[in-house]
């Protein structure tokens, strides 16, 4: 009966708080939950010897499996991806290479886009009918299927079995990756890794400034500027929006306070001191920044924004591939997004129009001259295995066998980033924290030297390759566009001196949070949304942060305090 009223709770819970509405997680270079009571969260599993290539051999990680084996999959997918011929999200050139060298056959339980992937897991959790392996995208949903036993424990197998190169990549986060999915001393899932410099800057169509005479924005006063010039001179035609906002659908209709993803407005949030969904340090302890007061004025200036009609009007009723396609019928010159932004949506607005022109900027720059940002979740997603599963060691089979052939591209003919990742069967992403300023430095050692020699990874060779052919014939071919553009110009901004960071105090999940936090996030985006909208006064925000600790905010801001405090 125990188990059965948790996965009713784990289904409830999932159709709550749906997915991601932002972009995908950033292009793959490579292909703490603390309740102090019941101590469910510990450190993460203590490191042994990583699997070298001479013990690879011994440990049999690179042996097919002696009979053919199924694994059924549940795929995150984007419909958009443009497939070489004959190929497909479930049946490509990954595929076949990793199933002819272990002797598996792959197969899709379910497919799924973003907006609906959660509701598909739950449907999975409530018929009791898990794929082997698949995504988890929260950490309540992560919690509550190790809570239920429905995922293999992976602490043995990592220990074991992990090579020096994905050792290397979780060990860059100094142990705050791996403490994010480990529950009773023990590993419930491998991490995907949200590396650093994937916060939001401004993207803009520099050439409709230039059609209007217009110098690219820095302050708050030229951002508006700009939109309002983009609403009245119509550049993009009759309908033309200023600048794009979404509702996340995975934080309770947030419209600001997510990471790694377009459309957001943090920027402006933060602009104004203002930090939405982060816990900050105060003299008084750890707060949601969501509460604080500086949340009003920068509510007084979006509300003022959206009702001088410079940010979409249909917003609020708007998915991720909706607002996408303002920007890429050209209907829109501006938004907010992260420095990999070309790969997608842009890419395809370039492929639609050669002459647009996209660029990014840190704007609004604050009177000192800073952009004000906060640093990221280190967690991105998680891959898991379930419990049913004979052969969770599958996935450290596939990654020795990658690391073991570093230079391999199955892709190389293709310069759409987005194929790579879709082409996995388990996508996540693996990285150094700092891999955004490893590659940008290795990138422009060899562009402002000519000198490619020094590139170690072929990613960045694909990016210079791109780069070179992008500046014989600019914007020839979006691919290589989005590539270089993102590479080049995205990337120089990702860790600009000019950036201030705001560290979030605490990432985890806290005994109170299982039960109360989805409610909370609800309260909290419909109204900041209403607020937006208009359909309420900046004033009723006062109200909101009341109603937002007596339904259960004041226990978890406690418990917040108390784990940092045993920290």
Not at 28 to 56: F, K, R, V
Not at 291 to 310: H, N, Q, R, V
Not at 475 to 490: F, H, K, L, N, Q
Request: some cysteine; glycine content about 8%.
């Amino acid at each position: 009966m125990k188990r059965v009223l948790v996965l009713l709770v784990l289904v409830l819970v999932l159709l709550a708080t749906g997915c991601s509405a932002g972009g995908p997680s950033s292009p793959p270079d490579d292909a703490t939950d603390e309740p102090a009571s019941d101590q469910t969260t510990a450190s993460a599993p203590s490191p042994s010897a990583a699997a070298t290539p001479g013990q690879e051999a011994e440990l049999g990680l690179m042996d097919p499996y002696p009979e053919t084996v199924t694994v059924t999959v549940g795929r995150l997918i984007n419909i958009n991806t443009p497939w070489p011929e004959g190929e497909s999200a479930g049946d490509n050139r990954i595929y076949d290479y990793y199933q002819d060298a272990f002797n598996v056959k792959f197969e899709h339980k379910w497919e799924a886009t973003s907006d609906v992937y959660a509701e598909k897991v739950a449907l999975s959790i409530a018929s009791n009918d898990l794929p082997d392996y698949f995504i988890v995208r929260n950490r309540i949903t992560l919690k509550q299927l190790a809570d239920a036993k429905m995922i293999h424990p992976m602490t043995d197998l990592y220990n074991q079995l992990a090579t020096e190169r994905v050792r290397s990549y979780y060990d860059s986060f100094h142990g705050r990756l791996l403490e994010q999915v480990t529950y009773y001393d023990e590993l419930y899932a491998l991490p995907g890794c949200q590396i650093g410099g994937q916060q939001s800057m401004l993207w803009v169509r520099q050439d409709w400034l230039e059609k209007l005479g217009l110098a690219m924005p820095k302050t708050l006063e030229d951002v508006t500027s700009v939109a309002r010039a983009f609403v009245d001179k119509k550049p993009g035609g009759e309908g033309t929006i200023g600048l794009t906002a979404i509702c996340n659908t995975n934080a309770g209709g947030a419209i600001a306070g997510t990471y790694n993803s377009h459309h957001d407005l943090s920027p402006l949030f933060n602009y104004f001191g203002a930090y939405p969904r982060i816990w900050m340090e105060t003299q008084e302890g750890a707060v949601y920044g969501s509460t604080l007061p500086e949340m009003k004025e920068a509510l007084t200036f979006i509300s003022g924004l959206y009702a001088d009609g410079l940010i979409d009007h249909d917003f609020a009723i708007r998915k991720s591939d909706d607002v996408n396609a303002l920007l890429v019928s050209g209907k829109c010159g501006m938004f907010f997004g992260p420095w990999w932004a070309p790969y997608s949506p842009l890419a395809d607005s370039v492929a639609r129009d050669s002459s647009a022109v996209w660029l990014p900027v840190l704007a609004p720059l604050t009177d000192e001259g800073k952009f004000m940002s906060f640093s990221q979740d280190p967690l991105n997603n998680a891959l898991v295995v379930s419990a049913g599963f004979d052969h969770p060691d599958l996935w450290f089979k596939m990654r020795a066998l990658y690391d073991s052939e570093p230079d391999l591209d199955l892709y190389a003919d293709q310069t759409n980033h987005d194929i790579r990742g879709q082409a996995h069967p388990f996508s996540i992403q693996l990285d150094w924290e700092n891999a955004v300023q490893i590659f940008y430095d290795e990138l422009m050692y060899a562009v402002n030297t000519g000198d490619d020699t020094k590139l170690s990874q072929p990613s960045y060779r694909t990016a210079y390759e791109a780069y070179l052919r992008n500046k014989e014939n600019p914007r020839a071919d979006s691919g290589d566009w989005a590539e270089s553009t993102a590479r080049i110009e995205g990337q120089e901004l990702a860790y600009s001196d000019m950036i201030d960071w705001k560290s979030n105090a605490f990432y985890g999940q806290t005994e109170s949070m299982q039960l109360k936090w989805t409610a909370l996030e609800k309260l909290e985006g419909e109204t900041i949304l209403r607020i937006v909208l208009g359909d309420e006064p900046v004033d009723s925000f006062d109200a909101f942060v009341t109603k937002w600790y007596e339904l259960g905010g004041d226990r978890i801001t406690q418990e917040v305090r108390d784990y940092i405090g045993a920290q």
